[in-house]
């Protein structure tokens, strides 16, 4: 595979439930992000991970859980999450120094909040 | 004020015209600006990427940036069905990657 693949494309959770989104990318890059997409908004950065370390976040909600286990791999564990948290989830990657030549990103999770 | 502002659109343009599509920006840092397009449920593709004052042309694609207007443009020449999207505007600085909301393109058969 190449390029930056998410899992699942489509997820129905409950308010209660507890879930997890996968992103892995195949580019050598060693910097991951997470951006939220909601109508009419612009594209969210909620979480990023620099050479594996998390660099920034910008004040979301502790129901959000990232985790970076290695540079190609990035999740986002989910629980008891609202309604309003249904959105289409991206992950991007980029290489270290050379983000000003813009970021790659996955086809994304479409969250719906029931 | 917005970092990155967009008109929303829609924006509707005869096939084979010229589409023409805005940005402006806030953060004067920014030092590389980039136009993604987004297919109706599909993620952000990029298309065009600008550095320096002037235009860049690749394809029927052309990005334009005035530093000091701080604004940069897409214009799409002979407009295509394909075309209809979603365009999305954003800058690099301060090591990180700043989004408009995105104008919405319809290309008129």
């Known amino acids: 595979e190449t390029g930056v693949t998410q899992t699942p494309r489509h997820l129905v959770m409950g308010m209660t439930n507890k879930k997890s989104l996968k992103c892995e990318q195949h580019?050598?890059?060693?910097?991951m992000y997470w951006y939220k997409q909601s109508a009419k908004k612009p594209l969210e950065l909620m979480f990023v991970?620099?050479?594996?370390?998390?660099?920034e976040n910008n004040s979301v909600p502790s129901r959000f859980s990232p985790e970076c286990p290695n540079s190609s791999h990035l999740f986002l564990h989910l629980h008891t999450l609202q309604p309003e948290d249904s959105a289409l989830y991206l992950c991007?990657?980029?290489?270290?120094?050379?983000?000003?030549?813009?970021?790659?990103f996955g086809s994304g999770t479409r969250l719906t909040v029931v | 004020q917005k970092e990155v502002e967009q008109n929303s659109g829609p924006l509707s343009v005869p096939e084979g015209a010229i589409a023409s599509l805005n940005c402006t920006y806030s953060?004067?840092?920014?030092?590389?600006f980039f136009w993604y397009r987004q297919y109706s449920g599909k993620s952000p593709e990029l298309i065009m990427s600008?550095?320096?004052?002037g235009d860049k042309e690749d394809g029927r694609f052309t990005a334009q940036l005035n530093k000091a207007s701080q604004y940069v443009s897409l214009l799409i020449r002979d407009s295509q069905p394909s075309d209809s999207a979603t365009y999305l505007c954003?800058?690099?600085?301060?090591?990180?990657?700043?989004f408009g909301t995105g104008t919405r393109l319809t290309i008129i058969p």
């Open positions: 991007a990657s980029s290489q270290v120094g050379t983000g000003a030549y813009g970021y790659t």
């Open positions: 580019l050598g890059h060693n910097a």
């Open positions: 991970y620099s050479l594996e370390e998390r660099v």
């Open positions: 953060d004067r840092g920014s030092q590389s």
């Open positions: 600008i550095y320096s004052n």
């Open positions: 954003s800058g690099f600085g301060n090591e990180k990657l700043t």
